[in-house]
């Protein structure tokens, strides 16, 4: 389980982030996006470190390199404890920037491996994006 004050800056950090997104405003989600990858840096290898914080650090890293290494660290973090909630919802965002990357093999192999997961949660939607996603992909 995620520290509830972590779980509420990291919410609050990714609303504001949107804002700042949509806004255009590069200097807000700049300084914005350093506070919650130091939340990140600083609760990492301790017992607060959790993968939700690396997922939206992923999410709103603007480089592709870097948010697909965040989203495999959030990945192995989720994977280790285990958390196949969190595992299926991480895999996924994975695998739909690996398409928007036209990488649909890696997407592939992405989807293949969160799927086990994604058996064991109660998220029926993500489910089923992950489902369509896998069949949108797989070859025929």
């Not at 989203?71 to 973090?77: I, P, S, T, V």
């Not at 299926?88 to 649909?104: C, N, R, W």
């Not at 994604?118 to 949108?136: F, M, R």
Request: aromatic share 6%; net charge negative.
């Amino acid at each position: 389980m995620i520290n509830t004050r972590i779980h509420k800056a990291v919410y609050e950090l990714a609303e504001k982030l949107m804002r700042a997104a949509h806004k255009e405003d590069r200097e807000a989600f700049e300084a914005l996006y350093g506070e919650l990858e130091a939340i990140c840096i600083d609760n990492e290898y301790t017992e607060k470190d959790h993968p939700e914080q690396w997922e939206t650090l992923a999410d709103f890293t603007e480089e592709s390199d870097e948010a697909l290494a965040l989203y495999q660290k959030a990945l192995d973090k989720a994977a280790a404890r285990p958390l196949p909630d969190y595992v299926a919802s991480i895999g996924y965002s994975m695998a739909t920037l690996q398409v928007e990357l036209d990488e649909p093999d890696a997407a592939l192999k992405s989807l293949r491996q969160v799927k086990a997961s994604a058996a064991h949660i109660e998220d029926d939607e993500l489910k089923a994006e992950i489902d369509a996603l896998l069949t949108t992909l797989t070859p025929r």
